[in-house]
């Protein structure tokens, strides 16, 4: 497996829409171990496929609880809502506080290609609304209430 460069921004694929994956595939399946080195190595909690260059509807996520990792994921359910500081591994340097819903479920594909729903409160919620938002080409900096000086960080993705 290998350490992927995550795109940053300004590179024109954090702004195109991820394709379906169709089947489970070798290539697929590859993709997923380097964004799980990938997110690690650089200390994330979320990674999207289009952050390493691909343009293809899969996430991974690990907030601390155990990674997620979701192939085509949708938002099916949303509560509440949020105010919190978040952060990009593809906007390095900026963070900002955003809103985002209290609760999601999402559903989509595991690693074995099996329908799962997955629940998040929280940050997990969080963390979930913007790995999907890369999937839309969609950057948490589109979402901003105000941008905060880096000395204000509390957590980042």
Same mark, same amino acid.
């Given at each position: ?31 997923i171990?380097?964004?799980k ?7 994330g ?15 991974i996520?690990?907030v ?24 990009? /591994? ?8 955003t ?23 929280? %940050?997990?919620?969080?963390? /979930? ?10 950057? %948490?900096?589109?979402?901003v209430?105000? %941008?905060?000086?880096?000395?204000e960080e509390?957590?980042?993705e």
């Amino acid at each position: 497996m290998a350490i992927r460069k995550i795109r940053e921004e300004g590179d024109e694929i954090l702004r195109k829409k991820s394709k379906t994956v169709d089947q489970m595939t070798d290539k697929i399946k590859i993709l997923i171990e380097d964004m799980k080195e990938t997110m690690y190595d650089v200390e994330g909690v979320g990674l999207a496929a289009p952050q390493v260059g691909v343009l293809r509807r899969i996430i991974i996520v690990d907030v601390g609880e155990g990674l997620t990792v979701l192939i085509n994921p949708e938002i099916i359910e949303k509560k509440g809502e949020q105010i919190g500081v978040e952060g990009c /591994l593809s906007v390095p340097g900026k963070i900002a506080e955003t809103a985002r819903p209290s609760y999601v479920k999402v559903k989509g594909l595991n690693e074995l290609g099996e329908e799962v729903t997955v629940e998040g409160e929280d %940050f997990m919620a969080k963390a /979930l609304c913007h790995e999907i938002d890369h999937l839309n080409g969609v950057l %948490f900096i589109d979402n901003v209430i105000r %941008f905060l000086d880096p000395s204000e960080e509390e957590e980042e993705e």
